[in-house]
């Protein structure tokens, strides 16, 4: 199989969850899968200087003056609301950029599989859409907030933001229908499974490791293994439009 | 220990390649922290999801009407003849059960 890793970034340097996509590489590699990773070109030295045998295995997109523009504008914002904003806007316009490179790696190295494990937020829409290969995002962990001992970091006017904001988001997945068109959806949990944008197939209730058969949706259910995790898929009328595995 | 501090060392960890000292420390931020257990297990099964699944063809009768690889569980006798779709599953045939 020919894994395709999608990200804004993979760095250990930048901390949090952009340190994901890059254990996905090594450790896809380390097993002997063929995996390529996509990123933004703010992580090449940091990745090149980590990885240098796998440099082949890199692909990168350059920084471009609205990266630039967006990321100083977004100094001037509430951190949550910069992410929400500015920070996502950034996020989708690397995304576009990558589309093109994801394309080159689809001719040239016939990838199977496109893995977009960044960023985790289960409401951000996904540019990864009719690429002509089933994409599976996540794992996503999400549909938290702050904790009340954190709850100072995180002031009023930007929970009401973030508040206002949500029910954009499903907008925004309708325009840009990565999430709603993937082939797989990893989540974390059920309280994740419970903020998936509208429109994109949630897991039932049950684990994983139940078998075959009909789920709360009344769709078509299938537990590919016995007494392990295992993917569970949704069908519909006209086929199955996705599928959301509940880790 | 941080977070970010832990996720540094999740490859290592899934790995089973820590010092037992730092074994411990990991541990003790893992009782702590539900945000990095969650990661930690969801990381360790996405990988084994693709370590037990591969790609397979689709019966040359349907080929045409598939748009879209699917994958085979590979580990036991029993899965090696259960094919699971990950998308759209072929309308033709019956791939979701070879």
Known sequence: MRICIVA????????????????????????????????????????????????????????????????????????????????????????????????????????????????????????????????????????MDYPPAFRSADSLASRIFVALARPLTAIANRLLPGKRTAAVLLVANQRTAAVLPAGVPRPSGRTGRERRGPCHLGRECLDATEGRESLRLHGSAGGLEGASHCL | MTCSEF?????????????????????LHLRECEHCVITLNTTRKTIEIYRQHELTSCPPRCESACRLPSWRSANTAANQSSLSRIANPCRRCACLSV
Request: aromatic share 8%.
């Open chain 1, 8 to 143: 804004d970034n993979a760095s250990v340097r930048f901390g949090g969850e952009s340190i994901l996509p890059l254990h996905y590489f090594r450790q896809l590699r380390q097993r002997g899968v063929e995996v390529w990773l996509v990123a933004h070109d703010r992580v090449r030295a940091e990745l090149e200087a980590l990885l240098p045998e796998e440099r082949d295995r890199m692909r990168f997109v350059a920084d471009r003056a609205i990266h630039r523009v967006l990321f100083r504008l977004s100094g001037f914002l509430p951190r949550r609301v910069a992410e929400s904003t500015l920070g996502l806007l950034m996020l989708m316009y690397t995304q576009w950029t990558e589309r093109h490179v994801v394309r080159e790696l689809i001719r040239d190295h016939g990838i199977d599989v496109l893995h977009q494990p960044s960023p985790v937020a289960p409401s951000y829409p996904s540019m990864f859409f009719g690429l002509g290969r089933p994409l599976i995002i996540g794992p996503m962990n999400g549909g």
């Open chain 2, 7 to 27: 996720l540094a060392e999740l490859d290592d960890l899934i790995d089973d390649s820590v010092t037992p000292t730092l074994r411990a420390d990991l541990e």
